[in-house]
């Protein structure tokens, strides 16, 4: 701890200091809410990671350039939208705002707004306890593996989902994963992969392209 000599000579530990500034909360910004949609019975579930600029407007998840991809993926796969279930780890758009015009670049989230956002997550995935679910992205990763999960490493796999009680439990404070990935959960699945927005700023967007379809098909093929 860094101490301040006094007159006395006496070295003495500083005092506590107040932050000076509270940071937002993401829903003082944002426009609205954006929670999951889609089918209650869905046996898919996908995660993104937080709404963004169309999503915090119309209020509704993936209706962006990122969702269309994303559609435009599941369809080719055989996947109809009435199938499935959307969401994001975080239900807010975070943002700041930028440039001469003040356009809203979006932010990714922190730790602390992932934690906060943990039990609505908790709630869908309990609620419509699909068989698969897939992470799009690294904050749809962490907010379902724990904090050490790395896209690059784990995409593709067909892993066990954490129990949606213990989910939880998956991130602690010091950025740790409390349970391995692909732990004890028999019958539900979890699969990761790019998020499709990393798709749309690819060099290469068509190998980018093929990497999420094929990450998906893994996650396809584990539909009962
Ligand atoms: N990106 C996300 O992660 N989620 C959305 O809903 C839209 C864009």
């Not at 892993?159 to 939880?168: I, N, T, Y």
């Not at 927005?197 to 060099?203: C, Y």
Request: charged share 25%; proline share 7%.
């Amino acid at each position: 701890m860094r101490r301040v000599t006094t007159g006395s000579g006496r070295r003495e530990p500083p005092k506590a200091r107040r932050p000076t500034s509270k940071r937002p909360h993401l829903y003082e910004n944002a426009t609205q809410t954006v929670f999951g949609a889609g089918t209650r019975s869905a046996r898919i579930m996908l995660s993104g990671e937080k709404p963004g600029d169309q999503e915090d407007l119309q209020g509704r998840p993936f209706v962006g350039p990122a969702g269309h991809l994303l559609r435009k993926a599941l369809g080719e796969l055989g996947i109809e939208e009435g199938s499935t279930y959307l969401t994001n780890a975080v239900k807010h758009f975070k943002f700041s705002r930028e440039g001469p015009s003040k356009r809203r670049i979006h932010k990714a989230p922190d730790l602390h707004e992932m934690t906060a956002c943990r039990p609505w997550l908790v709630a869908e995935l309990k609620s419509v306890d699909p068989d698969v679910v897939v992470a799009l992205g690294a904050t749809a990763g962490k907010a379902l593996l724990g904090s050490s999960f790395r896209v690059g490493e784990q995409r593709g796999i067909l892993l066990s989902a954490p129990a949606w009680d213990e989910l939880g439990h998956s991130i602690d404070e010091n950025g740790t994963s409390g349970r391995e990935p692909g732990g004890d959960q028999g019958s539900r699945s979890l699969v990761c992969t790019i998020h499709p927005s990393a798709v749309l700023r690819a060099d290469d967007r068509k190998s980018a392209y093929a990497g999420l379809l094929s990450d998906l098909g893994v996650a396809v093929a584990a539909l009962p």
